[in-house]
């Protein structure tokens, strides 16, 4: 079985200031892991994902996460944030191969000028 | 290449009445999802279709919710009859089943569902 937990539901940083959105999992065979972004009366848009290749995934938009096997961590970075970023992410977790995706509750990000 | 459409976007309904909702998904997706998303939480699948086959749903509460997707193309999730707490959004998805990104789920903008 999986399992997701995102740490902060609400998170808020400066323009230009680091972006960190923290995810941890849990599953009992190898992950696949997503990070997908909800703007306000929108569908969730995939921002990156990770199914076993290279351990740090860079995705749209300036984001990266790098998947921690040994931390069962998937935390979503971005260097420098931007007005437009200001939405809700959500982290995912599936059975590689598999098709059944478990969601975190999300992490709402505010971003102050 | 058009996304997935779902309609209506918003829907307002009193309680004991029913309520449809509809999904086309991308083109040439064989995976086609349907999840309920409450407000603050993250989506949760209600039932998932390989082609026009119910391959996952068991979270779909069969006393009152339906779905369809007889051609193996568009999609339609019925409730009925529709109660206070099913007010929530609706979202569709599809998947391509192809090898590589059959992972990655395309999400439409939802229905959101206000039961008074």
């Known amino acids: 079985a999986q399992s997701v937990t995102q740490l902060g539901s609400h998170v808020s940083v400066s323009e230009g200031a680091l972006v960190l959105l923290r995810c941890n999992y849990s599953?009992?065979?190898?992950?696949?892991l997503f990070w997908y972004v909800q703007y306000p009366n929108q569908g969730l848009q995939l921002l990156l994902k990770?199914?076993?290749?290279?351990?740090l995934v860079k995705g749209i938009n300036g984001f990266e996460a790098e998947f921690k096997k040994s931390e069962t961590s998937f935390h979503l970075t971005k260097p420098s944030a931007h007005m437009s970023d200001a939405a809700e992410y959500f982290c995912?977790?599936?059975?590689?191969?598999?098709?059944?995706?478990?969601f975190g509750a999300g992490t709402r990000l505010f971003v102050k000028a | 290449e058009a996304g997935v459409v779902q309609s209506p976007r918003y829907k307002i309904i009193e309680k004991k009445q029913p309520v449809a909702f509809w999904c086309n998904p991308i083109?040439?997706?064989?995976?086609l999802y349907w999840y309920l998303q409450n407000l603050g939480q993250g989506p949760e699948l209600l039932i998932r279709?390989?082609?026009?086959?119910?391959?996952?749903d068991s979270q779909l509460p069969k006393d009152r919710f339906s779905a369809e997707r007889l051609k193996g193309v568009d999609s339609t999730l019925k409730i009925q009859p529709a109660e206070l707490g099913d007010s929530a959004v609706y979202l569709c998805?599809?998947?391509?089943?192809?090898?590589?990104?059959?992972?990655?789920?395309?999400f439409g903008p939802g229905t959101r569902l206000l039961v008074l």
């Open positions: 998805a599809s998947s391509s089943g192809t090898s590589g990104d059959q992972e990655t789920q395309y």
């Open positions: 995912a977790v599936s059975a590689a191969g598999g098709f059944k995706t478990i």
């Open positions: 279709y390989e082609n026009e086959e119910a391959v996952d």
């Open positions: 990770y199914t076993s290749a290279a351990t």
């Open positions: 083109s040439g997706h064989n995976t």
């Open positions: 599953s009992s065979v190898p992950p696949y």
